[in-house]
């Protein structure tokens, strides 16, 4: 479902980053060039929080 908002968003010219765990996750493959995929290559899920904290900061996102 998220890889279909993605692909919907971009179509539309949205700049959309997409964000991962791992790069194996299933159906990344059918994200369009356009859409940037970001893998946060951690252990435990609360370890992305610190990652993301600092995407946000750097990125400065419209919606998350």
Known sequence: M???????LAM???RVDFIVKNTGAPYLHLLPDTVRVITFAVSKQSA?????LDYLKQND???L
């Open 48 to 52: 992305a929080l610190p990652k993301l």
């Open 61 to 63: 996102p419209h919606i």
């Open 2 to 8: 998220m890889v279909n908002i993605a692909r919907g």
């Open 12 to 14: 539309i010219g949205v």
